[in-house]
């Protein structure tokens, strides 16, 4: 796991509500992964053509399991996308909470 430091979180208004109408994934939902143990993160190489970016997978206070694709600004995250995980990236997530 790579441990993350940023300074807050950066919600462009054209994407803003574009995760919720989508896949009904609120910004708050989205913060919340970023404070909650297991955070997997790796780098989203194939789509990091003008800006690196990358996804997460992790957990809401209520137990919701997340995907979220980001890129850091100014260090704040700014969400690109988010949806639930798929089977594939849940067990991922299960592997590395058992390392824990």
């Given at each position: 796991?790579?441990?993350?430091?940023?300074?807050?979180?950066?919600?462009?208004?054209g994407?803003?509500?574009?995760n919720?109408?989508?896949?009904?994934?609120s910004?708050?939902e989205?913060?919340?992964?970023?404070?909650?143990?297991?955070?997997?993160?790796?780098?989203?190489?194939?789509?990091?053509?003008?800006?690196?970016?990358?996804?997460?997978?992790?957990?809401t206070?209520?137990?919701?399991?997340?995907?979220?694709v980001y890129?850091v600004?100014?260090?704040?995250?700014?969400?690109?996308?988010?949806?639930d995980?798929?089977?594939?990236e849940?067990?991922r997530?299960?592997?590395e909470?058992?390392?824990?």
């Amino acid at each position: 796991m790579q441990e993350l430091a940023f300074e807050g979180f950066d919600w462009d208004s054209g994407n803003q509500l574009k995760n919720w109408r989508k896949h009904q994934v609120s910004d708050a939902e989205c913060e919340e992964i970023f404070f909650n143990v297991p955070l997997v993160v790796a780098s989203d190489e194939k789509h990091s053509q003008t800006e690196p970016r990358f996804y997460a997978l992790g957990k809401t206070d209520l137990g919701r399991y997340l995907f979220v694709v980001y890129t850091v600004r100014n260090n704040r995250v700014r969400v690109i996308s988010a949806r639930d995980m798929n089977k594939k990236e849940r067990a991922r997530y299960h592997d590395e909470q058992k390392k824990i």
